[in-house]
């Protein structure tokens, strides 16, 4: 059960998500005064409303500086739904230029919402950020960070037939492995399912793409991989 200072939060939170749907800041705005002027401190759930607000009206440069306060501020931090919301507030926008100009000066927060995610093992979210990226027809760095976030997700959690997807995808974009740490952890996966035949195949795969030379030592009956990355000579092509 709710006491009654969570209900009151709660209460605040589905009052801004409200102003949200009707896309009206001004009434946000003045809900959330009121909660502070009866001296009911914000939560991440009532800031995450806010955002959400002020990014349904177009109110960018609010809802970045709702952002900055949050992650300033002592009381309040930011958590996954922060960075979803976001997510979901750019992904609505129809202007298409607007959304590459907040991505392209956004990339240390796409930097933190693949950290995060990866540490909260999100992957359904991290392919909506994904799709959300290509849907702008967003390229570079933010798009490979996501790309890679991806794939160190999926090879963490042992889902190979993910992780080959994912690198096929990655590679049909015209991008490759950016660290050899990331190349580890998938040959990593496919010696944790003994899964030879296919890392086989993903090595040559890769190497249509990367040219990596790796020293690999086959090691007992169970064919550990012993690799020694700070001797690894790795140059990565990415096609134009």
């Not at 399912?193 to 009956?221: G, M, P, W």
């Not at 690799?227 to 990415?238: P, T």
Request: glycine share 4%; charged share 20%.
């Amino acid at each position: 059960m709710l006491n009654d200072g969570d209900k009151e939060h709660s209460n605040y939170s589905n009052l801004i998500s409200l102003c949200a749907k009707i896309r009206n800041v001004p009434l946000a705005m003045s809900v959330f005064i009121s909660m502070e002027d009866r001296g009911i401190q914000a939560t991440a759930s009532v800031f995450n409303s806010l955002i959400l607000t002020c990014l349904f009206s177009n109110e960018v440069i609010t809802a970045l500086s709702l952002f900055e306060v949050m992650e300033s501020s002592e009381t309040v931090r930011l958590d996954s739904q922060t960075y979803h919301t976001f997510i979901l507030g750019f992904s609505n926008f129809r202007d298409i230029s607007r959304m590459l100009d907040w991505f392209e000066i956004s990339g240390s927060l796409i930097e933190k919402v693949v950290k995060l995610y990866c540490e909260l093992e999100k992957p359904q979210e991290m392919e909506m950020l994904l799709n959300t990226l290509v849907k702008f027809n967003q390229v570079g760095e933010a798009l490979l960070q996501v790309h890679c976030g991806i794939l160190r997700l999926y090879a963490s959690l042992d889902r190979l037939d993910d992780v080959e997807y994912s690198v096929g995808r990655m590679m049909s974009q015209g991008m490759s492995f950016s660290s050899p740490c990331d190349v580890e952890r998938v040959i990593s996966a496919y010696f944790r399912h003994e899964a030879y035949d296919r890392l086989d195949l993903f090595l040559e795969h890769v190497k249509r793409f990367t040219v990596v030379s790796i020293e690999v030592q086959i090691k007992s009956e169970k064919s550990k991989i012993a690799m020694n990355w700070g001797n690894v000579d790795m140059v990565i092509l990415v096609p134009t």
